[in-house]
């Protein structure tokens, strides 16, 4: 099953297990969870992400992004840009996956020995 398939499947029914608590993360009702969502992803904040400094000021240390080109939660295109501007972010973009990718059985496999591997 394509990953962004996934992402349906998984948006519907992604439950907290740690701790052992069983909890729906839209328990307020669909319209309140995508809202809040929705007042997070575009309401204003307190800082501008490009005014961000970097962390790592002696390079010891980068942020790494990851993102589905079909996420249909956060937008793809600005990401790039931002890590165009802030060579301290690393962007990765994973073609034909949602929001979910991160749910997708060895996703989070992947993605470490990436951060493992990069640069060897």
């Not at 740690?18 to 575009?42: C, S």
């Amino acid at each position: 099953m394509p990953v962004n398939r996934l992402h349906g499947l998984i948006s519907r029914s992604i439950t907290l297990f740690h701790l052992g608590i069983h909890i729906d993360v839209r328990q307020q009702g669909e319209y309140e969870t995508v809202h809040r969502d929705l007042n997070f992803a575009f309401g204003s904040w307190e800082f501008k992400p490009l005014d961000l400094e970097n962390p790592f000021p002696n390079n010891e240390g980068s942020v790494h992004l990851w993102q589905g080109d079909e996420d249909l939660m956060v937008a793809a295109k600005l990401q790039p840009c931002i890590a165009q501007k802030l060579p301290w972010i690393h962007y990765h973009e994973l073609q034909g996956a949602g929001h979910g990718f991160p749910y997708v059985d060895g996703m989070a496999d992947t993605i470490i020995k990436s951060l493992l591997l990069q640069g060897k």
